[in-house]
């Protein structure tokens, strides 16, 4: 299930449920026979649907791969494909922000830009000058749950990108230099993108607000202080412990030849040592007995903004194709719930913004206004209120609906486009859904999903007293309640 905009412009994070039972789609696929109606049973909605009266959707062409795993525990995930001369590799570190101890934070973060510093066999600060002097691009990102690095490079290339991840694998350098100068990038990147935008901290007290008490209450750019007291052994210890090929996914896409590659990706990762098992941490969230309500006072605050969150599921809970569903509907785009309500019958917001922002171990629902000037956080709570509460009783139309579904539908078949999100999305299914193959059956989830959930969703999980409500008010404005 793809994050959502709002959740990556926030979070500054990148971003798709376990197996599916085989169906058999109502157009033909390389020219097998159609029977109907057929019957459809998903085991994990635990639901039948007769897919003659349920919504139908396109049937893409399937995703074809190959997938194994190295002696050392690396998983490979290969997808050959001769469209264009282009290769994307990708690697995916099963380790974020929530593998952070909660008195170094930020830790996560920190190696996704030491890991660009150089290895034993590579320059310092030559991996970005390799990658683009061939011809190709790269970035890294980090989330609560994952670390990645991507190489986008020509087909005659893979080698060279091959070879760089197998030295940052297995060689990294991590020294005085290298720390210190990631120190000075990290912090210049905490107050450019953080202290100094207006609603920067959001998430970051979001996160305190809504994850309180687990590893996810901290946010991956974590906390300075924290980078600045680590020494370097400590430094070395989260990349021997986390960095290790029995905690990655290597997906590569693109045109390459199938048996040569494998053969490469044998010498280049084979000879890296097996780490011990990685410990995962424990998430467990408590629903409040009343609204959690608090404030946060900043001079750079333009106008009024509120958030209400509620404890979601995590991303492979079935429940999570509804919420996403009822997400849309409640605020991507102008035919919108809270839209049309806040922004223009009102006139009250001058955005409004709902999300599902569901996680490996966790999840939550948000909606975020911002008010236009001299709308006060009240006027907004109970505009929000009012709209939440309207399809726990109301139930969503049948229009609503189908929208949905189709937005989600053309999400999905945009996924099935670049070597890059395909390289990605492939490596995600396998790590967070232990089904690669979701890449080609998840938006079967989607329309298993009935109208009627989108209410019992609204009903279990949006309730009046447990929601979390952080407001800013802003600058200048008198105190709130």
Same mark, same amino acid.
Request: hydrophobic share 40%; aromatic share 10%; proline share 6%.
């Given at each position: 299930?793809?994050?959502?905009?709002?959740?990556?412009?926030?979070?500054?994070?990148?971003?798709?449920?376990?197996?599916?039972?085989?169906?058999?789609?109502?157009?033909?696929?390389?020219?097998?026979?159609?029977?109907?109606?057929?019957?459809?049973?998903?085991?994990?909605?635990?639901?039948?649907?007769?897919?003659?009266?349920?919504?139908?959707?396109?049937?893409?062409?399937?995703?074809?791969?190959?997938?194994?795993?190295?002696?050392?525990?690396?998983?490979?995930?290969?997808?050959?494909?001769?469209?264009?001369?282009?290769?994307?590799?990708?690697?995916?570190?099963?380790?974020?922000?929530?593998?952070?101890?909660?008195?170094?934070?930020?830790?996560?973060?920190?190696?996704?830009?030491?890991?660009?510093?150089?290895?034993?066999?590579?320059?310092?600060?030559?991996?970005?000058?390799?990658?683009?002097?061939?011809?190709?691009?790269?970035?890294?990102?980090?989330?609560?749950?994952?670390?990645?690095?991507?190489?986008?490079?020509?087909?005659?290339?893979?080698?060279?990108?091959?070879?760089?991840?197998?030295?940052?694998?297995?060689?990294?350098?991590?020294?005085?230099?290298?720390?210190?100068?990631?120190?000075?990038?990290?912090?210049?990147?905490?107050?450019?993108?953080?202290?100094?935008?207006?609603?920067?901290?959001?998430?970051?007290?979001?996160?305190?607000?809504?994850?309180?008490?687990?590893?996810?209450?901290?946010?991956?750019?974590?906390?300075?202080?924290?980078?600045?007291?680590?020494?370097?052994?400590?430094?070395?210890?989260?990349?021997?412990?986390?960095?290790?090929?029995?905690? %990655?996914?290597?997906?590569? #896409?693109?045109? =390459?030849? +199938? &048996?040569?590659?494998?053969? @490469?990706?044998?010498?280049?990762? $084979?000879?890296?040592?097996?780490?011990?098992?990685?410990?995962?941490?424990?998430?467990?969230?408590?629903?409040?007995?009343?609204?959690?309500?608090?404030?946060?006072?900043?001079?750079?605050?333009?106008?009024?903004?509120?958030?209400?969150?509620?404890?979601?599921?995590?991303?492979?809970?079935?429940?999570?194709?509804?919420?996403?569903?009822?997400?849309?509907?409640?605020?991507?785009?102008?035919?919108?719930?809270?839209?049309?309500?806040?922004?223009?019958?009102?006139?009250? %917001?001058?955005?409004?913004? #709902?999300?599902? =922002?569901? +996680? &490996?171990?966790?999840?939550? @629902?948000?909606?975020?206004?911002? $008010?236009?000037?001299?709308?006060?956080?009240?006027?907004?709570?109970?505009?929000?209120?009012?709209?939440?509460?309207?399809?726990?009783?109301?139930?969503?139309?049948?229009?609503?609906?189908?929208?949905?579904?189709?937005?989600?539908?053309?999400?999905?078949?945009?996924?099935?486009?670049?070597?890059?999100?395909?390289?990605?999305?492939?490596?995600?299914?396998?790590?967070?859904?232990?089904?690669?193959?979701?890449?080609?059956?998840?938006?079967?989830?989607?329309?298993?999903?009935?109208?009627?959930?989108?209410?019992?969703?609204?009903?279990?999980?949006?309730?009046?007293?447990?929601?979390?409500?952080?407001?800013?008010?802003?600058?200048?404005?008198?105190?709130?309640?």
């Amino acid at each position: 299930m793809s994050p959502t905009k709002l959740a990556v412009a926030l979070c500054a994070l990148a971003l798709p449920l376990s197996a599916l039972a085989q169906t058999t789609p109502l157009t033909p696929v390389n020219g097998a026979p159609v029977k109907e109606p057929v019957i459809k049973v998903d085991p994990l909605v635990q639901k039948t649907t007769l897919l003659t009266t349920a919504p139908q959707h396109i049937v893409l062409k399937p995703i074809q791969f190959v997938e194994y795993d190295l002696p050392n525990g690396l998983h490979v995930i290969l997808h050959e494909n001769h469209t264009a001369p282009v290769i994307a590799t990708y690697v995916l570190y099963h380790v974020g922000s929530k593998n952070e101890r909660a008195d170094r934070t930020g830790f996560a973060h920190f190696f996704e830009h030491l890991m660009f510093e150089g290895s034993d066999n590579i320059p310092r600060a030559k991996i970005d000058k390799y990658i683009s002097g061939a011809g190709g691009n790269l970035n890294a990102s980090t989330s609560f749950d994952q670390t990645d690095y991507f190489f986008n490079v020509p087909s005659n290339e893979l080698k060279l990108a091959l070879w760089i991840e197998s030295e940052r694998m297995m060689h990294s350098k991590i020294d005085e230099v290298g720390v210190e100068t990631q120190r000075k990038v990290v912090k210049e990147e905490k107050r450019m993108r953080y202290d100094n935008q207006p609603y920067g901290s959001l998430f970051e007290e979001l996160a305190q607000l809504v994850f309180a008490g687990t590893p996810y209450a901290w946010v991956p750019i974590g906390s300075v202080q924290y980078i600045d007291q680590a020494t370097i052994d400590e430094f070395r210890d989260f990349y021997k412990t986390n960095y290790l090929p029995n905690n %990655a996914t290597l997906a590569i #896409a693109g045109d =390459f030849n +199938l &048996e040569a590659t494998k053969k @490469l990706v044998a010498d280049y990762f $084979g000879p890296i040592p097996k780490g011990p098992e990685i410990k995962r941490p424990a998430v467990k969230l408590t629903d409040p007995t009343a609204p959690v309500k608090h404030d946060v006072v900043k001079a750079n605050t333009p106008l009024n903004a509120t958030m209400h969150a509620w404890h979601a599921v995590p991303e492979t809970d079935p429940d999570a194709y509804a919420l996403q569903l009822l997400g849309d509907i409640l605020s991507t785009g102008r035919s919108s719930r809270l839209y049309k309500r806040l922004v223009e019958k009102e006139q009250a %917001a001058l955005n409004v913004e #709902a999300f599902p =922002f569901l +996680l &490996e171990n966790a999840g939550m @629902l948000g909606v975020f206004a911002t $008010g236009q000037q001299g709308v006060t956080l009240d006027q907004l709570d109970t505009l929000i209120d009012e709209e939440v509460e309207k399809v726990k009783s109301g139930g969503v139309t049948e229009e609503e609906y189908r929208k949905a579904l189709n937005q989600e539908e053309a999400e999905f078949a945009s996924g099935f486009g670049t070597m890059a999100t395909r390289a990605r999305n492939l490596a995600r299914y396998h790590t967070f859904y232990g089904d690669t193959n979701l890449i080609n059956t998840e938006l079967d989830r989607y329309f298993a999903v009935k109208r009627e959930d989108l209410q019992r969703v609204a009903q279990k999980y949006l309730g009046k007293d447990n929601v979390f409500i952080l407001r800013y008010p802003a600058a200048g404005a008198p105190p709130t309640k």
